[in-house]
């Protein structure tokens, strides 16, 4: 059975920092592009980064240069650092096993684990 767990989120005042970590099981990581998603409140899921077996990255411009996504094959586990936080960041944060539709858009392949939620607040 799949599971992803995310841990990290919490409270952060705009310009900070926080280290998202998803530890999964039940299906073999290392053959898996990974991804990070965010729900802000009244909103879609979106992807926001992810990053392929090899090791290559890519993210969705608004966290360019802010956020970096990495991985821990030997552990099972994604990370997600996230600097110079915005309010705008404010969401609930998931991850999962990627992959595209016909369409070209990417979902997750797994059961959604809780996410962990992050509010960028004074």
């Known amino acids: 059975q799949v599971q992803l767990v995310e841990s990290g989120g919490g409270l952060v005042q705009p310009g900070g920092s926080l280290r998202l970590s998803c530890t999964t099981s039940?299906?073999?990581?290392?053959?898996?592009?990974m991804g990070w998603f965010r729900q802000p409140p009244g909103k879609l899921r979106r992807l926001v980064a992810h990053?392929?077996?090899?090791?290559?990255?890519k993210y969705i411009d608004p966290v360019k240069g802010r956020f970096t996504i990495s991985r821990d094959n030997a552990k099972n586990t994604v990370f997600l650092q996230m600097t110079s936080l915005k309010p705008e960041d404010t969401a609930i944060y998931s991850c999962?096993?990627?992959?595209?539709?016909?369409?070209?858009?990417?979902?997750?392949?797994?059961?959604w684990g809780p996410g962990t939620q992050v509010t960028v607040s004074s």
């Open positions: 999962n096993a990627i992959a595209r539709d016909r369409y070209g858009d990417y979902y997750g392949k797994a059961d």
């Open positions: 039940g299906f073999i990581f290392s053959s898996n592009t």
């Open positions: 990053i392929t077996q090899t090791g290559v990255t």
